[in-house]
């Protein structure tokens, strides 16, 4: 036993030695370095033989936390690679999460708030200087153009200078500017051998119109949100599907704000808080509704306001079933093919 102590004892100061040489000489340093960058610049993540949904970004603009990221959701299969609006932080998470952005195939928004389009000319920059060669395609309702067409302007210089420094050969001049797509709420806005991406309407009154997206790849299906009140329209296209992420208000954690910003007099924010209750989901509407439309897993997204630690978290969740999950940035969960499994990975 005494041997053993010895041994171990002599082990751990043998490899804090070791380990103090690495950390403070230049071998030692740039060892360390060569190691970290092989696994940065290696190919992204293996790839999952089925449908994988990535949360590149959990927050509302109501309150801020370094570890949210605004609304954005991946859908990565071994074909396809689609992202569901682009809010600011967003792009972190996709480096983060080792997304493939060279083979992005497109974008697809809900509605043109900032918080969900913020990040729109990071991600056509990062997409397009890692590879891709044709213009990005950026689908979304009635007012898409404008969008599109505002942050095209926006770059047109920065793009100029890109091509000029590292050669047209490596950027495709026409892969720099992002095509808009206009869609029509209800109908299927994307679609091939494999996948379908249909579009429907969503309640986020006065912003009209937006939308959510349903998509199905191979017998399995996601449910994204968007903004909005719970909704008919959302829940009838919802129906079946494996996962829902559906945007989240809490009364619980919003309430008191309110009444600590009046009785403080905080200028504006009493206001703001209380015009956004009518146009998200009340935490409290959505689980009956989810299990009526037979909706494998409930995921909230999106949350208002921003849950900014493990009380917050807990008041956020009041009044919910465990088995509803309050989605933090990288979550991930795996659909695999024709089956009825969901793997969940926790961050
Ligand atoms: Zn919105
Ligand atoms: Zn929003």
New binding site residues.
């Given amino acids: 036993m005494k041997k053993l102590f010895y041994i171990t004892g002599t082990f751990t100061v043998v490899a804090a030695l070791l380990a103090t040489v690495l950390y403070n000489t230049a071998a030692g340093q740039d060892a360390i370095f060569e190691r970290a960058a092989k696994t940065l610049m290696s190919q992204p993540s293996a790839q999952f033989d089925g449908m994988r949904v990535v949360i590149c970004g959990s927050a509302?603009?109501l309150g801020n936390d370094p570890n949210r990221a605004?609304?954005c959701v991946a859908v990565i299969t071994p074909e396809h690679f689609f992202l569901f609006d682009v809010?600011a932080r967003s792009p972190l998470r996709m480096a983060q999460a080792r997304l493939p952005m060279a083979r992005l195939n497109g974008v697809f928004l809900t509605?043109f708030?900032s918080?969900?389009i913020a990040s729109l000319p990071d991600v056509n920059l990062n997409s397009w200087v890692q590879g891709r060669k044709s213009s990005l395609q950026i689908y979304g309702p009635t007012g898409i153009q404008t969008v599109v067409d505002g942050f095209n302007l926006a770059y047109r210089l920065d793009q100029g200078y890109r091509v000029a420094h590292h050669g047209s050969d490596l950027l495709p001049p026409s892969a720099g500017p992002m095509t808009a797509i206009a869609l029509s709420p209800g109908e299927v806005t994307w679609q091939d051998d494999l996948m379908t991406v249909t579009s429907f309407l969503v309640d986020h009154h006065p912003v009209e119109p937006a939308v959510g997206y349903r998509v199905d790849y191979r017998g399995r299906s996601v449910v994204i949100s968007?903004?909005t009140m719970a909704t008919d329209t959302l829940f009838a296209a919802a129906q079946g599907a494996d996962l829902l992420l559906h945007?989240a208000l809490s009364r619980t954690l919003l309430d008191p704000m309110i009444t600590v910003a009046t009785e403080m007099k905080v200028p504006v924010l009493p206001r703001i808080m209380t015009d956004v209750i009518d146009y998200h989901a009340n935490t409290l509407n959505l689980e009956a509704r989810a299990s009526a439309a037979g909706i494998g897993q409930l995921a909230l997204y999106?949350l208002v306001p921003v849950p900014t630690n493990a009380l917050t978290e807990k008041m956020f969740a009041r009044g919910l079933s465990a088995d509803t999950i309050l989605v933090r940035d990288l979550h991930m969960f795996d659909l695999p093919p024709d089956s009825t499994e969901l793997l969940i990975h926790e961050p």
């Fill in positions: 509302s603009p605004q609304a809010g509605h708030h918080d969900h968007g903004d945007d999106h």
